[in-house]
């Protein structure tokens, strides 16, 4: 079986390990008055990756020269941004929220099919499986009773409180969770053991599902999936940079 970083130590270590430190701080009552500070420190991780970013796109001299893009786009979100929050129309951290939120999503996505890929073997179902463990926890999180709407504004997320509709995204999650075990029953059954592949659905499945069912506090919401996301992406963009660097050398 192929690992993204080599082997299942190094995999554990940068992609799986952050998210489970994370959600143990955050559920274990014991270490909740360091939640907040564990916060901080996600926040400065997931900065922190937008400047290995920069190191692999601004400082990479191939990088520069292959495409424009690297710098458009980001001057282009900047005047965007500076526009929108000198105007005054609203939403603004409503929308960095949800870009977020997909941007970090699209991460445990893309591992889920790294790993497909170095397995050769692609599953038509991993897609929806995959992302409906993390999308829907989110779409239930905005129904809650006690969701908490502000996370960098006063009312960044647009809840609407409805037990119904709570508990309606609850079952369909947890049918969406029943087939996915009975679908990896089934590959089990075939002599597939495709761990890798089971370890990163499993992981983006438990920080979605526990944070936004669950999670009392922002830093309960946000730290398990962005700090696993903070700290996985800079190992891969370390990795990348690595490689590219090699062949480009």
Partial sequence: MKW?????LRDT?????????????ARLDLFQEFVPYLLLVTVFADSGH????????WFHPAERQRSATSWTVPLGLLAGFSLWGASGLPYL??????????????????????YETLNSRAHRWTGFISKSLMIIPVVAYHFRKDAISGIIGPKDFLLFPNETLLTATTVAYLAVLASWVALEAREFSRGHREWNRLISIALSSALYGW????????????????FGHGMGYIAIVALTMTKTRRRLA
């Fill in 13 to 25: 270590l940068f992609l799986t390990a952050p998210g489970l430190f994370a959600l143990m701080f």
């Fill in 93 to 114: 951290w409503s929308f960095v929220i949800y870009v977020n939120i997909h941007h970090n999503l699209k991460q445990y996505f893309g591992i889920t099919r790294w």
């Fill in 50 to 57: 937008v400047y290995t970013t920069a190191w692999r796109t």
């Fill in 4 to 8: 993204i970083f080599g082997t299942s």
């Fill in 211 to 226: 944070s936004f069912f669950f999670g009392k506090t922002v830093a309960q919401i946000v730290f398990p999936p962005v």
